[in-house]
């Protein structure tokens, strides 16, 4: 449950997503109506089977790309076209209406992370050794098509806002090498599109450890970087921080929804004290998205600290806020 409200009744009624965003926007002053793929979006659009459970929580069943034969699925694809697309711009659109105030968000996950969404994970890991050629010319047509999708969202919809989620690029999955290889140059010229379509930049998020491949991110464009609560941003600041603006880390799980009220307040120092100070600029945010089941009282006490403690906040300086517990 969300505030009251099932993932399933979200998932399907946009009465009760539109009270559930309306809530959070009165709440916190902080919420967009979201015209985002997730990690599976692109492959479910494509071909891969959507299983929904009973409580609303969707993933994929069969993966359409078990045959490198079906490239031309994605060739083929075209926004215009492509009933769950549409669907999905019909949505926005209704939610739009019910919500005139807020402003659209996009977002889609990494080229790597969609490509489990169309070929098992296993076997997109065997193809980097076995068939690395075939694996590149999927990361390709994965990034045309998630250009497609930006270009509908920014021309149909307005939509400048874009974010990328790449858990499969950790390092705790691909390492440096690999990363390299079939992930970074793919990015890059998703990050390098998304630029030229919307002139603005994207975000990134990486689950899990990143630090080995911070450098290359910011190689590829990328100015601001969401880090998981498994990375001590001091280092952040110290390889990229005159580079990169950074956002994190309040743990999401162990701290946000686990947690106690204290837990929560003394994590939000810990992530200003180690985050502040940060050359290019930092915000206050968890280090992965915030599940379901966060208590609303911990919600609040993140606010709470955020506003207390980020008085006086300035890029690169420690917020005045700080001061008595510095």
């Known amino acids: 449950?969300?505030?009251?409200?099932?993932?399933?009744?979200?998932?399907?009624?946009?009465?009760?997503?539109?009270?559930?965003?309306?809530?959070?926007?009165?709440?916190?002053?902080?919420?967009?109506?979201?015209?985002?793929?997730?990690?599976?979006?692109?492959?479910?659009?494509?071909?891969?089977?959507?299983?929904?459970?009973?409580?609303?929580?969707?993933?994929?069943?069969?993966?359409?790309?078990?045959?490198?034969?079906?490239?031309?699925?994605?060739?083929?694809?075209?926004?215009?076209?492509?009933?769950?697309?549409?669907?999905?711009?019909?949505?926005?659109?209704?939610?739009?209406?019910?919500?005139?105030?807020?402003?659209?968000?996009?977002?889609?996950a990494g080229p790597i992370t969609t490509a489990i969404a169309m070929r098992p994970i296993e076997y997109v890991l065997r193809d980097m050794r076995k068939a690395p050629k075939e694996l590149h010319r999927l990361l390709e047509l994965i990034v045309v098509c998630n250009l497609k999708y930006v270009r509908a969202g920014y021309e149909q919809l307005g939509i400048t806002s874009w974010s990328i989620s790449d858990p499969v690029t950790t390092t705790d999955i691909l390492g440096v090498r690999y990363f390299r290889e079939f992930s970074g140059p793919y990015l890059k010229t998703l990050h390098d599109g998304i630029v030229h379509i919307t002139g603005s930049e994207p975000t990134i998020h990486i689950c899990g450890h990143s630090k080995p491949i911070w450098e290359d991110l910011a190689d590829c464009g990328f100015t601001m970087l969401s880090v998981d609560n498994c990375?001590?941003?001091?280092?952040?600041?110290?390889?990229?921080?005159?580079?990169?603006?950074?956002?994190?880390?309040?743990?999401?799980?162990?701290?946000?929804?686990?947690?106690?009220?204290?837990?929560?307040?003394?994590?939000?120092?810990?992530?200003?004290?180690t985050g502040a100070e940060n050359p290019k600029g930092f915000m206050l945010n968890t280090g992965c998205q915030v599940s379901m089941g966060v208590p609303l009282e911990n919600m609040d006490a993140f606010f709470y600290a955020a506003r207390k403690y980020g008085a006086g906040a300035r890029i690169g300086r420690m917020p005045k806020g700080m001061s008595a517990v510095l």
Not at 233 to 241: E, H, N
């Open 1 to 108: 449950m969300a505030w009251g409200y099932s993932k399933h009744d979200l998932y399907n009624n946009l009465g009760v997503r539109a009270a559930q965003l309306r809530k959070k926007q009165k709440l916190y002053g902080d919420a967009s109506i979201p015209f985002k793929l997730g990690l599976r979006g692109m492959g479910i659009a494509l071909g891969s089977e959507e299983i929904v459970s009973d409580r609303g929580e969707n993933d994929i069943g069969r993966r359409f790309l078990d045959s490198y034969d079906k490239l031309y699925v994605l060739e083929e694809f075209e926004v215009e076209t492509n009933p769950w697309m549409q669907k999905k711009i019909e949505t926005a659109r209704e939610m739009k209406q019910r919500l005139p105030e807020l402003k659209y968000s996009g977002g889609m």
């Open 231 to 273: 990375e001590n941003m001091l280092d952040f600041q110290r390889i990229v921080g005159d580079r990169m603006f950074l956002t994190g880390n309040v743990p999401p799980v162990d701290v946000m929804r686990n947690g106690t009220i204290d837990d929560v307040i003394e994590s939000v120092k810990i992530s200003l004290r």
